[in-house]
């Protein structure tokens, strides 16, 4: 693993003469940006359905939708709605009948009384232990697996192609001139 305090220091960004920023000087993304944290993967759309995709073959896509339905109740405006979301989190990952049971310690405590009266951090204990339990299992699985490292290939494909490489050199162009 490189480190990246370089990215910290990088001089003020450069463009490519078209207002592009010129690839040697982004900000990491994609996969590089995912495999610095779980975090950063969890902020990525896309690395988020690879990281699902991933979790499915492993038995264990719950975890990561449980954390996902924890980070939408928290927006979540008004009591009413609360409570409908917090029932219908509880029955699909916490309630001994839930279809996509998460594994969590002390589920049991948490009883469907206090569905009544909910807050948005009400399931933060549980959904930290889920990202914990992602954090410290199934991630470093997923950075060394097939979904991760072919979406890695393409990556670089990409940035190898032949437009990647025209932008480049008229970057070069016009910086070395």
Known sequence: ?????????????????EGHPSSSHQALKGT??????????????????????????????ENVLFWLACEEFKKTQGKKQMQEKAKEIYMTFLSSKASSQVNVEGQSRLSETILETPHPLMFQKLQDQIFNLM???????????????????????????????????????????
């Open 1 to 17: 693993r490189r480190c990246c305090l370089f990215h910290f220091f990088s001089p003020p960004e450069i463009n490519d003469g």
């Open 32 to 61: 590089s940006k995912w495999a610095t944290s779980l975090e950063n993967l969890l902020e990525d759309p896309e690395g988020v359905k690879r990281f699902r995709e991933f979790l499915k073959k492993e038995f264990s896509e």
């Open 135 to 177: 954090k410290y299992d199934s991630y470093s699985r997923f950075l060394k697996s097939d979904i991760f490292l072919n979406h890695k290939k393409s990556e670089e494909q990409e940035e190898n192609s032949p437009e990647a490489q025209t932008a480049a050199k008229r970057a070069s162009r016009i910086y070395n001139t």
